[in-house]
């Protein structure tokens, strides 16, 4: 791996690598489909929206108690989702662990598009969207809501840094070779490449901006999902009243993230044929790192539903026993079985570690994932101090309606469409990593 | 690197020159200017002004310039005065619950006043149980504007507040409709306008008054207000002087004198409270709340629940 290639082998394996990595980007099969439908996505979510924006938030199952629905659950979802950035190139690239190379582009690009989507689902969700600057306006520092625009914000320049750096020599290489892709791409590669020329200064100076912000992105990516969880910790209501719940949803965003990867890698590995690339030695890896992590956060579980439920408060009992035997038990259990525990216990066999396996249980612990924000957010508000009377049937039980989940749907298509578009401009994987782990010649990775 | 410092060296002590003959310049033009000033009023001839907060001040006549009255200052002195309160007050609530049989006027006159649909409450009487065994009651529930509200700590725009006099308020021309609030408050004391508010054409072309809430605004937040409009006008609240049965109590805490909605007879409230046991609802939140109740002992009459199925619901305990 170490060993240095001489000009002639380097320029073969550079070139190898190079044909892999970057014919993706040029074969369009079943592209405009794919993209048409994401298109299609928005046009139906956008329709939802103008809906919403003329009627009012009233065209949503929300009222006055249950008032954060599908909408939060989402955002929450698309937060975790985010968090795993950090987790891959920052955690374990300080940790020097090299198997990574391949997949933290992928869970960088992950990352991104929900961090950046997650901002946006929130506007959704507000009664006044026409207002939202007076969040910065009329900021109000007491406020979670300001701690929380402030540290995303963050997490979404500093992501976009973490995977833009390692684009510069890639960007570089892509101007060589694609020269029969049209202007504006060429453009973005020029303006990409930043004037690379593979110079040591440049590599160390790209090297070192890494490491850095690989630093910097720890605290501001555990700072996003536990002031997430403040928004729900920082109240008094039975359910969300609760001190575990900043390591509580940070353990469960790295399920969520994790699995995320997992389903991004394969697809990748499947449709841009790289097999060579993204191996079965990393769906092992990436497998054992989900039962590490889901491991933590049925820990958290545990903590989370059995200290109340001995306990048994009299506010705690109208919220647990809705989930233990309740209208929300089939979800529930649901969610802690398909979502947690079975996925656990399969992943510790290896043969469920292959890819296909592996995908096919990641995509049971990510719908698990999105289930449980719902399970987070809603079931809590259902009960109330006070009794809830006087109000229509509609009040006291929360239904999504048809626009609100259409409008769910728009934020979920904008995640993949960022993806999509960034995977069909840029090698998903890092061509002058990899090629620098096989020993090329760094000088001529431009 | 000798050469540089040198260069540097200069550079600063040229750089010093130029601002210090800068700053004797700007400070010899601003006094030229200000004897000028000095000079075309030898006289001194001043007006004696007061200010919009009652303060006596004098100013050169020149200098005297017509105030405009426009429909935005309107609007904004409104705002002012509501943010502000009432100086001097400390606005208190007491509900008996032994006096509560459920005529709900109180419900009818606020939501009148406060353009709400019949499904929105400010106030609402509940009907509660305390245990399977404990004797059911009727308990009006307005905002409990505590003195510390959670609602008031979580909004990330300051579009609801607490003021001077107690009374917790929204400003709907601020609130951004993200009901971080509804999710904060215990007592389920909040409301969303969902859709466009009750009878919005009729009340389109009112003045926003921030202490009626009212225009109500699609996508924002209300509540029960104390109905500080009133509060202002040496009234008491729609909702007190509504209820048929004596039940209400408001006043100021200051003066320890709180008056009865019904008989208009006034009364030492701490004496009320101490001799009737007056208490808060889920006092162990932490939260505060100036609205106090009494208990429901002695009852005159017989709970009785609207329709008899409703009596034999669970929901009298929580939700």
């Known amino acids: ?446 | 690197m000798e050469e540089n410092n040198n260069s540097r060296r200069d550079f600063l002590k040229k750089l010093g020159i130029v601002v210090g003959v800068g700053a004797v310049a700007t400070a010899g033009a601003v006094y030229v200017g200000y004897d000028y000033e000095k000079k075309k009023n030898p006289a001194g001839k001043m007006v004696k002004v007061l200010t919009a907060d009652g303060k006596l001040m004098e100013v050169p006549e020149e200098d005297l310039i017509q105030a405009e009255m426009e429909a935005e200052t309107q609007l904004t002195a409104l705002t002012n005065r509501g943010r502000e309160g009432i100086a001097g007050k400390s606005w208190v609530m007491v509900i008996d619950l032994s006096k509560c049989r459920n005529a709900r006027m109180c419900m009818a006159a606020c939501q009148g006043a406060h353009q709400l649909r019949p499904e929105q409450h400010h106030i609402n009487v509940l009907r509660m149980q305390d245990t399977e065994k404990t004797a059911p009651y009727f308990m009006p529930k307005p905002c409990y504007h505590c003195d510390n509200p959670p609602c008031v700590k979580v909004c990330p725009v300051d579009a609801t507040f607490k003021r001077q006099d107690g009374i917790v308020l929204i400003d709907n021309e601020r609130c951004i409709g993200c009901r971080f609030c509804i999710a904060g408050c215990p007592y389920s004391a909040r409301i969303f306008q969902w859709f466009e508010p009750r009878d919005v054409e009729k009340y389109a072309d009112k003045e926003y008054d921030i202490e009626l809430n009212v225009p109500q605004k699609k996508g924002t937040i209300s509540k029960c207000l104390f109905s500080a409009d009133r509060c202002r006008e040496g009234e008491l609240p729609y909702c007190v002087s509504a209820c048929p049965n004596g039940v209400y109590y408001f006043g100021d805490m200051n003066e320890d004198v709180v008056v009865n909605g019904t008989t208009k007879e006034a009364m030492r409230f701490s004496e009320l409270i101490r001799k009737n046991a007056g208490y808060t609802v889920h006092e162990e939140l932490g939260t505060k709340p100036r609205v106090y109740y009494l208990p429901p002992k002695n009852r005159l009459f017989d709970y009785v629940p609207e329709n008899p199925e409703q009596g034999e619901q669970n929901d009298t305990h929580h939700g």
């Open chain 1, 1 to 446: 791996m170490n060993q240095t290639l001489n000009q002639e082998d380097s320029k073969n394996t550079l070139r190898k690598i190079e044909d892999d990595l970057i014919r993706p980007l040029r074969n369009h099969k079943g592209f405009e489909l794919w993209i048409l439908f994401l298109l299609l996505m928005f046009i139906i979510g956008g329709y939802a929206y103008i809906i919403q924006l003329k009627d009012g938030l009233g065209v949503t199952g929300l009222r006055d108690y249950v008032s954060w629905g599908l909408y939060i659950s989402n955002f929450v979802f698309f937060v975790a989702a985010s968090l795993i950035g950090m987790l891959i190139s920052s955690v374990l690239g300080l940790l020097k662990i090299k198997w990574i190379t391949p997949i933290s582009r992928i869970a960088e690009m992950i990352a991104l598009a929900f961090a950046m989507w997650a901002g946006l689902v929130i506007i959704i969700d507000m009664g006044r969207p026409d207002r939202f600057p007076y969040v910065l306006l009329h900021a109000r520092l007491q406020s979670p809501i300001l701690w929380d625009v402030t540290v995303v914000t963050t997490y979404v320049a500093i992501s976009t840094l973490l995977l833009v750096l390692p684009l510069i020599p890639d960007a570089s290489i892509l101007k060589r070779r694609m020269t029969d892709a049209p202007k504006w791409q060429q453009f973005i590669y020029t303006m990409v490449s930043s004037g690379w020329i593979a110079s040591p200064e440049q590599y160390a100076i790209i090297r070192k901006s890494m490491r850095i912000l690989a630093i910097l992105i720890v605290p501001v990516a555990l700072a996003i999902h536990t002031v997430t969880s403040w928004l729900f910790a920082s109240t008094l209501r039975p359910g969300w009243d609760t001190t575990i719940f900043g390591p509580y949803f940070v353990t469960g965003a790295f399920v969520a993230g994790v699995a995320a990867v997992i389903i991004g890698m394969y697809f990748f590995r499947v449709n841009y044929r790289l097999a060579n690339y993204i191996t079965d030695f990393h769906f092992n890896r990436m497998g054992q790192l989900l039962v590490l992590v889901s491991l933590v956060y049925f820990y958290f579980n545990i903590n989370e539903f059995l200290v109340p439920a001995y306990k048994m408060k009299t506010m705690d009992v109208h919220h647990l026993h809705g989930l233990f035997a309740g209208k929300h038990a089939v979800m529930f259990w649901s969610v802690q079985l398909f979502g947690l525990i079975i996925p656990l216990i399969l992943l510790i066999f290896r043969p469920f570690r292959k890819p296909l396996p592996i995908m096919v249980i990641s995509i049971f612990v990510i719908i698990g994932a999105w289930l449980k924000r719902y399970l987070i957010v809603v079931p809590a508000q259902e009960h109330t101090f006070l009794p809830i009377q006087n109000v229509p049937e509609n009040f006291m039980v929360y239904q999504p309606t048809a626009v609100e989940i259409m409008l769910t749907l728009l934020p979920i298509a904008g995640v993949l469409l960022i993806i999509t578009i960034i995977a069909k401009l840029f090698p998903v994987i890092p061509i002058w990593e990899i090629a620098h782990e096989k020993g090329v010649d760094e000088s001529i990775l431009k």
